[in-house]
């Protein structure tokens, strides 16, 4: 918790770039929201509409007003989402704004999440490049004041953050936006996840050069890389990477079932050991799956809230509708389903095609399914 005083710089845990501030019950419903469509952001909201998961999910609460807590935010994030009025806003950072070269990225979300305002720092600070990821991410109308906007290409720090994209490292993000900016050659590689990342009104530079594989673009001598995969590299394609950022797009299916009681500690385990022997990122889980009789196990409600993934539950009927490839009596006596882990993330992923299929471990089943993007 948080304790907010006057004359007090508090304590704030900085985890990712992006601070998101919510001071209303419908803006923290919307704030809670967001930590999973926009995984880019460390979440803050007032103590009084605590849901009991905070420190699970990594929220920050606290106690006081929120007029005290922005100036620790300002000088630690590179910018501010703030579910509060523009106004309040307005008078708000009035006193700790310094110089536009150095001020964070401030954005404005209404208390209904239909409208994305930049407030500071369009252009240095990347606020207009933010506010059209967010806007995206939330399915909102982004708002962009300023007369002329920001140079039309790829914000690599937010490549794909609208979709849920994580980068697996910000080691080379400035080295690599800065190739960007300056038109050098760049690569792009997308193995899986959205292909609709293109936001602007005029084509891709010709300085953006897609390849279908990490070889060929190895082979052209890029001057950085973008690469969109689930995967994690092989040694001979981690040359791309020496002045190269890896994205994570939300393209896993994890389909579980478990005894009743097990622990996150095996839960997680079995998770690692899973995705480290398909050589798939954890980064890229976008939701556990399961049957609905597991809605209440502590495990799953622990682990997916640990990670941002989605928990979703089916039904013994809803699993029974999908063809199954190991059909089983003794789970059907148990459950009323023939199966638990595959058939839901068949379901989920809404196609019959399982990266694994069920693999028992201890007192858990896996199965992994991928998304189809088109």
């Known amino acids: 918790m948080i304790k907010l005083q006057e004359g007090v710089i508090p304590e704030v845990e900085v985890k990712k ?74 008078r708000m950072i009035a006193p700790i704004l310094i110089d536009k070269k150095t001020d964070p990225a401030v954005l404005v979300i209404d208390d209904k999440a239909e409208h994305v305002i930049s407030v500071l720092s369009g252009h240095i600070g990347g606020a207009n490049a933010l506010t059209h990821e967010v806007a995206n991410a939330i399915g909102a109308k982004p708002i962009i004041t300023t007369a002329s906007d920001v140079q039309k290409t790829i914000p690599v720090d937010l490549f794909g953050a609208r979709f849920g994209w994580i980068w697996e490292s910000d080691e080379k993000l400035t080295p690599v936006s800065a190739s960007v900016v300056n038109e050098e050659h760049v690569a792009i590689v997308q193995e899986n996840g959205e292909t609709n990342w293109w936001m602007h009104d005029t084509p891709i530079p010709s300085t953006l050069k897609q390849y279908e594989t990490i070889q060929q673009a190895l082979e052209a001598k890029p001057n950085a890389a973008l690469i969109i995969t689930d995967r994690i590299l092989d040694i001979e394609e981690e040359a791309i990477l020496q002045n190269g950022v890896i994205y994570r797009p939300k393209s896993i299916v994890l389909g579980m079932g478990c005894n009743r009681g097990t622990s996150l500690e095996e839960i997680e385990a079995v998770i690692d050991e899973t995705l480290a022997e398909l ?85 858990v089943t896996i199965s992994v399914a991928k998304l189809h993007f088109s």
């Open 17 to 90: 770039p992006y601070a998101l501030v919510a001071i209303t019950k419908h803006g923290v419903q919307k704030a809670r929201q967001m930590q999973r469509d926009f995984p880019h952001v460390d979440v803050y909201y007032m103590d009084k509409f605590q849901h009991g998961d905070e420190q699970t999910r990594g929220i920050q609460l606290f106690k006081g007003t929120v007029r005290l807590l922005l100036p620790a935010l300002f000088k630690q994030y590179k910018g501010l989402i703030l579910i509060i009025s523009l106004g309040a806003v307005v």
């Open 279 to 363: 050589k798939l990122s954890k980064k890229s889980v976008k939701a556990l799956v399961t049957i609905d009789l597991k809605k209440d196990e502590q495990s799953f409600l622990d682990v997916t809230n640990r990670y941002g993934w989605e928990f979703v539950t089916y039904t013994p009927a809803q699993l029974n509708e999908m063809p199954l490839p190991n059909p089983s009596e003794t789970v059907f006596k148990y459950t009323g389903a023939y199966g638990v882990s595959e058939p839901a993330a068949m379901r989920y992923a809404n196609h019959q095609e399982l990266v694994l299929q069920k693999k028992k471990s201890g007192n």
